[in-house]
C-alpha cells in the first residue's frame, strides 16, 4: 500500500506541477504601475517643461545609486523613516532603496568636499507606504529635484526656489495654485512659547502638518492625546497655526509680545519679512500664503519651508473637483551636508522637489476628459508604394532619410496596399506620406503626400529631404 501511495503522491506532484505553470498572478506589485506609450508621452511633455525651467536657471545635472548604504539614510527623516525600502544583506553592505533625492545629494557632497553647486536630479525614489494610486501616491516614483549648495546672502536663493515652483506650475497650466510658505525657526519659536519642551518639537511638528488633512480638533486630540502635550500648550499653538498671510501678517508676529521675545522665531520672522521683498520683485506674492499650519514633517529642514498645492480645478467634464494636495515642496535644509563630514562642516542648502506622479495625474484625467489625441511616436513621414515589386526602392530611400536624420517609417509588408499605409498615417498622426512609384522613378521625382490636407506635390529626389525638413519644421 505504501508503494501504491508513494506512486499516486507521486503523479499527483506532476500534475500539480503542470497545473502550478499557469497560476501565476500577472500584476504590477502594489504601490507600482506600467506606463502606456500615451501616458509616457504626457510624462515627457512634463519633464520637458520641468527641465527646461531647471536649465534656464543654470542648473547642473547629476545622478546617484538607487540604494545608499542603510546607515546614509538612517535617523534623517523623523518618523518617516518606517517607510524606507531595507534591501536583504547582500555581500556584507546593509543597503537600503534611496527615499528622496536630498539626502543622496548631501551625501555626494560631502564624499567630495563640494561645496558649492546649483543642480537638478530626476529619478525614481521608493517608499514602502500604504500607496493611495489613485491620488498619484506610489511606492516607487519619480522625483524632479533643484538644490542651491553653498554660503549666500540670505533669502536670494529661497526666493529663486519659489520663482522655479511659480514658473513650473504656471508653465504646466494646471490650474489656480498656492505656495504656502513658513520657516523652521517661527515654529521652534512658537513651540517654545507655547510651552512644548524641546524634545517634543519635531513629534509636534508632525501632527501640525496634518492640518492641510484634517481639522484642528482632531490635530489637538492627536497631541494631547497619543503625544502627552498640555490641553493649555496645544490651545496656545492653535491660535497661531491657524493664521496665514503676507507681509502684513509678518510684521503684525514682529510686533507680537511672546514671539518677539524668542531669538529663533525673531531670526525666522526677519528672514520671512525679507524673502516676501525679494517675491516681491520677482512679481509673484500673490501665489504665496505665509503659513503657520505649514510644518513639513522631514526632520532635515532648518529655515524656510515651503508647499504648492493646487486650489479645486475647475473642469467642464468632472463633477467632482479633483483634490491632489501637494505638487511641489522644499525648505532649507543647512544641517545636512554637516551629518556626513568627518569633520562635520556644513554646506548651507536650500531645493525644491516637484511632485511629478501627481501633476501627471491631473494631466492624464484631462487628456481622457477631454478625449485630446495624444500622438506616441514623433514619425514626420512614412514611405509608402503604389504599387508591387517596390520594397528595394521604399528601403532606399528610408535609408536615405534616416542617415539625413529624418523620422521616418515604411510598413513590414514586402506589398501594402495604399490605403492601408495612408490609413496608417491617419491612426498614428504621421504627417507626411512620400510615395515611390514606376513613374516617379522615371522622372526623379517622389510624390510628397499632405495626410491632413491630402494635397500631393511631385518633389525632386534631391530636394525630398529640405522639403519634409521645411514642412515639419512648421508642425
Known amino acids: 500500500i505504501a508503494k501504491e501511495v508513494a506512486k499516486l ?13 499557469h497560476k501565476f498572478v500577472l500584476k504590477t506589485p502594489k504601490g507600482t504601475r506600467d506606463y502606456s506609450p500615451k501616458q509616457m508621452a504626457i510624462r515627457e511633455r512634463v519633464f520637458t517643461a520641468i527641465i527646461n525651467c531647471f536649465k534656464r536657471h543654470g542648473a547642473e545635472v547629476i545622478d546617484t545609486p538607487v540604494f545608499e548604504l542603510k546607515e546614509t539614510l538612517t535617523g534623517k527623516y523623523g518618523e518617516d523613516s518606517k517607510l524606507i525600502y531595507d534591501l536583504k544583506d547582500q555581500g556584507g553592505e546593509l543597503l537600503s532603496l534611496r527615499y528622496d533625492l536630498t539626502v543622496p545629494f548631501a551625501r555626494y557632497l560631502a564624499m567630495n568636499k563640494i561645496t558649492n553647486i546649483k543642480r537638478y536630479h530626476i529619478a525614481k525614489v521608493y517608499r514602502r507606504d500604504n500607496p493611495a494610486m489613485t491620488r498619484g501616491r506610489y511606492r516607487e516614483f519619480y522625483q524632479c529635484d533643484f538644490d542651491i549648495a553653498g554660503q549666500f546672502d540670505p533669502m536670494i536663493p529661497d526666493a529663486e526656489c519659489l520663482k522655479i515652483v511659480h514658473e513650473i506650475l504656471s508653465d504646466l497650466q494646471l490650474g489656480d495654485f498656492l505656495i504656502k510658505v513658513n520657516d523652521r525657526r517661527i515654529l521652534d519659536g512658537m ?17 501640525v502638518d496634518k492640518l492641510d488633512k484634517v481639522p484642528w480638533e482632531e490635530v489637538k ?41 524668542n531669538k529663533l ?10 524673502l516676501f521683498e525679494y517675491l516681491t520683485l520677482f ?5 504665496i500664503s505665509f503659513d503657520l499650519s505649514l510644518a513639513r514633517g522631514l526632520d532635515y529642514y532648518t529655515g524656510v519651508i515651503y508647499e504648492a498645492v493646487l486650489l479645486q480645478q475647475q473642469n467642464d467634464h468632472v463633477e467632482d473637483p ?41 494631466l492624464e484625467q484631462r487628456v481622457e476628459a ?6 506616441t511616436t514623433e514619425t514626420q513621414v512614412l ?63 517622389v510624390k510628397l503626400r499632405d495626410v491632413a490636407t491630402r494635397e500631393e506635390v511631385n518633389i525632386r529626389r534631391e530636394n525630398l529631404i529640405e522639403e519634409i525638413r521645411m514642412r515639419t519644421s512648421q508642425l
Open 221 to 261: 486630540n492627536e497631541m494631547v492625546g497619543e503625544k502627552g502635550l498640555s490641553p493649555e500648550a496645544a490651545d496656545r499653538i492653535g491660535e497661531y497655526v491657524q493664521l496665514h498671510g503676507g507681509l502684513d501678517l509678518i510684521e503684525q508676529l514682529l510686533q507680537d509680545p511672546k514671539l518677539s521675545q
Open 322 to 362: 479633483v483634490s491632489v494636495g501637494s505638487v511641489a515642496g522644499g525648505g532649507r535644509y543647512d544641517g545636512l551636508v554637516g551629518m556626513f563630514d568627518p569633520k562635520g562642516r556644513k554646506v548651507p542648502c536650500v531645493g525644491v522637489s516637484i511632485g511629478i506622479e501627481r501633476i501627471f495625474s491631473i
Open 9 to 21: 503522491l507521486e503523479m499527483k506532484a506532476q500534475l500539480g506541477g503542470e497545473e502550478g505553470k
Open 383 to 445: 514611405v509608402a508604394s503604389a504599387q508591387k515589386k517596390l520594397l528595394e526602392e521604399r528601403l532606399k530611400l528610408i535609408s536615405e532619410l534616416w542617415d539625413a536624420g529624418i523620422k521616418a517609417e515604411i510598413l513590414y509588408k514586402k506589398n501594402p496596399k495604399l490605403l492601408n499605409q495612408l490609413q496608417y498615417c491617419e491612426e498614428t498622426g504621421i504627417p507626411l506620406v512620400a510615395i515611390v512609384g514606376e513613374q516617379e522613378l522615371k522622372d526623379g521625382v
Open 283 to 287: 512679481g509673484i506674492t500673490g501665489k
Open 370 to 375: 477631454s478625449e485630446e489625441k495624444i500622438r
Open 191 to 207: 513651540f517654545a512659547v507655547c510651552g512644548v519642551p524641546d524634545s517634543k518639537f519635531r513629534t509636534i511638528c508632525s501632527s
Open 265 to 274: 522665531a525673531k531670526e525666522g520672522l526677519g528672514d520671512m519679512k525679507l
